[in-house]
């Protein structure tokens, strides 16, 4: 499709249970970008993707979150034992491969995260 | 590490005027800049990308320009209208490639007033 898409649109957990979220990256773009936005307008870096690899991971907390691309699916982010910290809305972006030097990114609606 | 900075958390603009944005970075040399449009509940939305070898791009009202003496980017819209009112984000990315994560700024609320 033309726009990413991001599934749930709002999701909400009890502190300690597991949240996974979905995003189906624009047809035809080679990377994925997952990032967390806190307190309106604070937007950390967590993981990009080419194709189904990781390429930058330095901004995931590794010990509970975790990130998979995989072929014919949509791309993933799962955060185990949620903590009160987690509550944020999170992105998903995608955008081109590097054949066309474009490297703006186009991000998906967001899924909201509350942890209770 | 890298750090992005937008000066104004606000920006009151009356309707036909020009509004300037500032964008500032610190340790390091960004390969290229973007710049971003968000809306209440909404994803940002491209707008315009400068790489650190351009001086200035424009996009219909649009203009960005990049001083990297200064560290500076500034990002204009004029005639501005109150369809502009948006937060504006600044991004930057290290290196060249195209899978680098952004830094973002904190974002500058700008307001078109009629």
């Known amino acids: 499709g033309e726009e990413v898409a991001q599934t749930p649109k709002h999701l909400v957990r009890g502190e300690g249970q597991k949240a996974k979220l979905y995003c189906a990256p624009i047809?035809?773009?080679?990377?994925v970008f997952w990032y967390q936005q806190v307190l309106k307008n604070e937007f950390k870096f967590l993981i990009s993707?080419?194709?189904?690899?990781?390429?930058?991971e330095t901004g995931m907390p590794k010990e509970r979150f975790s990130a998979k691309c995989l072929p014919n699916s949509p791309c993933s982010l799962e955060i185990q034992a949620t903590k009160l910290e987690d509550s944020a809305v999170y992105f998903c972006?995608?955008?081109?491969?590097?054949?066309?030097?474009?490297?703006?990114?186009?991000f998906g609606p967001g899924t909201r995260l509350t942890v209770t | 590490s890298q750090k992005i900075e937008q000066n104004s958390e606000a920006l009151n603009i009356q309707e036909g005027k020009t509004a300037t944005l500032t964008c500032n970075y610190t340790?390091?040399?960004?390969?290229?800049l973007q710049w971003y449009r968000q809306d209440p509940g909404r994803g940002p939305v491209f707008l315009l990308l400068?790489?650190?070898?351009?001086k200035e791009k424009r996009k219909e009202r649009l203009k960005v320009t990049f001083d990297t003496t200064l560290k500076q980017s500034l990002f204009h819209i004029t005639a501005s209208q109150p369809a502009d009112s948006a937060t504006y984000l600044c991004?930057?990315?290290?290196?060249?490639?195209?899978?680098?994560?952004?830094?973002f700024g904190k974002g500058t609320h700008l307001i078109i007033q009629p």
């Open positions: 991004a930057s990315v290290y290196s060249g490639g195209g899978a680098d994560g952004l830094t």
């Open positions: 047809k035809g773009h080679s990377y």
């Open positions: 400068i790489r650190e070898n351009e």
């Open positions: 972006a995608s955008s081109h491969g590097p054949r066309t030097g474009n490297y703006e990114q186009y």
């Open positions: 993707f080419q194709n189904e690899n990781v390429f930058d």
């Open positions: 340790n390091y040399s960004p390969a290229y």
